[in-house]
């Protein structure tokens, strides 16, 4: 029952670096996406997938860079790591839609804690 | 465009006392609505959803929220708080080919 599955769990970087999260779903799900958490906003969408090779930009994409060329794997790619990507990031995925649709849901990894100094 | 909005960034409450966790949304077509709960350490799991059937929906442990479109609201509440009901609850609004759009979070203490 392995569900959503990110690594690393926690990584600390430092100003410059690249780095990628790792994302796998083993349910078959069309929709993936990545949200970022920070401390009094909530989950706001990185960037996200509707299928192997779609990818489209969420709310905050800057800094960040995705593919999907398998329906299991969702990676999010930093490209050169600053202090203000400090957060936790989780991989959600989906049968329904982005939303999970009418009789869907979201379906969310434990999270990968990200630290830029 | 979508939005919600969850008032009070931290609850507390008595073990055994009322929970009710407000959240109001903007929505100009029919939304869909989710409370999603987080507990320490861990992802987010659907609690419950209101996807245009019965106005009041049940969820798990106990949770259910109502939906009531002239005050654009979709509180949760729960009769009985438990310890184990600490955690981070979000409500959510999303469209059937649209993103889901979160709340800012509301932390829940219950105190013994």
């Known amino acids: 029952n392995a569900g959503v599955t990110q690594t690393p769990k926690f990584q600390v970087l430092k100003t410059g670096q690249s780095m990628t999260l790792q994302c796998a779903q083993d349910?078959?799900?069309?929709?993936m996406s990545w949200y970022r958490q920070d401390p009094g906003m909530g989950l706001r969408l990185i960037h996200y997938?509707?299928?192997?090779?779609?990818?489209d930009q969420g709310e905050v994409p800057n800094g960040y860079n995705v593919s999907r060329s398998t329906t299991e794997d969702f990676p999010l790619r930093l490209l050169s790591a600053a202090p203000s990507q400090t957060s936790v990031y989780f991989c959600?995925?989906?049968?329904?839609?982005?939303?999970?649709?009418?009789?869907?849901?979201?379906?969310f990894g434990e999270g990968s804690r990200l630290t830029v100094l | 465009a979508q939005s919600v909005t969850q008032l009070g960034s931290h609850v507390s409450v008595s073990e055994g006392a009322l929970v009710l966790l407000r959240c109001n949304y903007s929505?100009?077509?029919?939304?869909?609505l989710f409370w999603y709960v987080q507990y320490p350490n861990q992802g987010l799991q659907l609690l419950l959803k209101?996807?245009?059937?019965?106005?009041l929906v049940k969820g798990i442990n106990g949770f259910e929220a109502e939906f009531k479109k002239s005050e654009t609201s979709f509180h949760l509440t729960k009769p009985s708080a438990h310890m184990s009901d600490a955690a981070e609850y979000f409500c959510?609004?999303?469209?059937?080919?649209?993103?889901?759009?979160f709340g800012k979070g509301t932390k829940l203490s219950v105190k013994p």
């Open positions: 959600a995925s989906s049968r329904g839609g982005l939303a999970g649709g009418p009789s869907g849901e979201l379906f």
């Open positions: 997938s509707v299928g192997a090779g779609i990818t």
């Open positions: 349910m078959n799900h069309e929709y």
């Open positions: 209101y996807t245009s059937a019965a106005t």
């Open positions: 959510a609004v999303g469209r059937s080919q649209g993103n889901l759009i």
């Open positions: 929505s100009s077509v029919p939304p869909y």
